[in-house]
């Protein structure tokens, strides 16, 4: 029966995402894809697509350490980290542990440092509960957990999660929520404050929480949401990326203490068998830990504050619903058919605008949506220019969804 249902899940992502693909809404490729605009077939649209929410990818900075760790160390070091360290990686995990505030282990990418923590961290024992919207990555790692119970958790409802807290319970045995500091499909937080009283009340409660959306343009530094709520607990771990608004490569683990980092470091396997991450990448990825610890960096911050207000406010006045109103820099519209959101977004870069096409597998089924994401490269005059085509794209239509997800 499994094996069915696996083989009826494939034919459903492949029809879905042959049939956006031949309409041309995704697996383009782009001579430009960063910064105010990209390229999609010799066209020059203005681009609400990007990852890249603190636009630092082409910093001075930035450029200046990845050139000079190609000069010193070549285009790469290949070398597995159990046998032989760039230099580089020192220098990168002491300027996180100061954005931090903790003991930080960086893995070759988010994806790989789930995969060689939560092996380590979660025994046999324990139960893991994960939010149904974590990152496919998150529920990519539970696979590996053979032995443990993992069940699913509709997203982000807390009743639920201390109802499963106390159905689990016993002596000894550890739970372990794992869910997302920002949710990438949605554009919300985790229910911070719910989990803290949670954490307070349950001590054999931990959370694992990937908050790769959040770094760099929330919290102190840019440590993300999930530190800056959570990070006082010892029975929190933080999941960070070093891409997205980091921009450079890799990932980060941000843990409780050194004990735990030199577990993970010794026994997760993409710690001992996965390839570094190479010289130049690393190079940009200390001058960008050094520019978040610099005392302007929370400007940059402010200049992203603005651009998330301006898009609210249009949302707001041209009555646009999306699916949260936490601010965050990511916007979700869901459509009451798929060939309605494939539509919306055909006609979005027929008027010049890029912004992405979300279906299964990366949402339900029944919520097929436009996801655009706002960055430090938009202007606030493009932000409410983008908004009223989008208002005028859904108004010559009218078939949005106008609630959130149910919960």
């Known amino acids: 029966m499994a094996k069915l249902t696996r083989e009826r899940k494939n034919k459903t992502v492949y029809r879905v995402v042959g049939e956006s693909q031949a309409q041309g809404l995704i697996f383009n490729r782009s001579a430009s894809g960063n910064g105010p605009s990209c390229v999609v077939d010799d066209r020059v649209l203005r681009n609400f697509g990007s990852c890249s929410y603190m636009g630092l990818e082409r910093h001075p900075a ?3 350490g990845a ?10 070091f290949s070398f597995s980290r159990a046998y032989l360290d760039s230099p580089l990686y020192q220098g990168l995990e002491e300027a996180l542990e100061q954005i931090t505030g903790r003991a930080t282990l ?4 988010t994806t790989l440092a789930h995969l060689a923590a939560l092996p380590v961290l979660v025994s046999d024992d324990d ?3 994960i939010d149904q919207f974590a990152h496919a990555s998150l529920h990519m790692a539970t696979d590996l957990l053979k032995g443990t119970i993992v069940e699913r958790i509709r997203h982000n409802r807390m ?3 201390e109802e499963r807290i106390n159905a689990y319970s016993k002596p000894g045995r550890r739970i372990w929520y794992l869910c997302d500091g920002v949710y990438s499909m949605l554009g919300d937080f985790a229910d911070f404050a719910a989990l803290r009283e949670l954490l307070g009340r349950y001590p054999q409660l931990h959370v694992y929480a990937d ?3 959040a770094v760099s343009w929330t919290g102190k530094h840019g440590r993300g949401a999930a530190l800056s709520h959570l990070g006082d607990s010892e029975r929190v771990v933080v999941a960070l990326s070093l891409n997205k608004a980091f921009s450079a490569a890799g990932g980060a683990l941000a843990l409780p203490s050194p004990g735990a980092l030199t577990q993970i470091r010794r026994c997760g396997g993409p710690m001992l068998f996965s390839g570094p991450i190479q010289p130049p990448m690393l190079g940009a990825a200390v001058a960008s830990a050094q520019l978040h610890l610099d005392g302007v960096f929370s400007s940059l911050q402010a200049e992203l504050e603005e651009r998330m207000t301006a898009a609210e406010d249009a949302l707001a006045r041209l009555n646009v619903p999306v699916a949260t109103a936490d601010r965050t820099p990511i916007f979700m519209v869901q459509f009451e058919s798929l060939r309605a959101a494939q539509r919306a977004v055909r006609e979005l870069r027929q008027r010049d605008y890029y912004c992405c096409l979300s ?3 990366a949402v339900p089924m029944d919520k097929p949506s436009l996801r655009f994401t706002v960055s430090r490269h938009n202007s606030v005059a493009e932000i ?3 908004v009223a085509q989008l208002a005028d794209v859904i108004a010559v239509r009218g078939d949005t969804q106008a609630s959130a997800y149910a919960s």
């Open 127 to 129: 139960v893991v509960l």
């Open 159 to 161: 009743d639920l999660l």
């Open 67 to 76: 050139a000079a760790a190609l000069e010193s160390y070549g285009s790469q």
């Open 359 to 361: 279906t299964f597998p």
């Open 62 to 64: 930035l450029l200046a």
């Open 384 to 386: 409410t220019d983008f």
């Open 211 to 213: 908050d790769a959306h």
């Open 106 to 109: 960086v893995a070759p990418s």
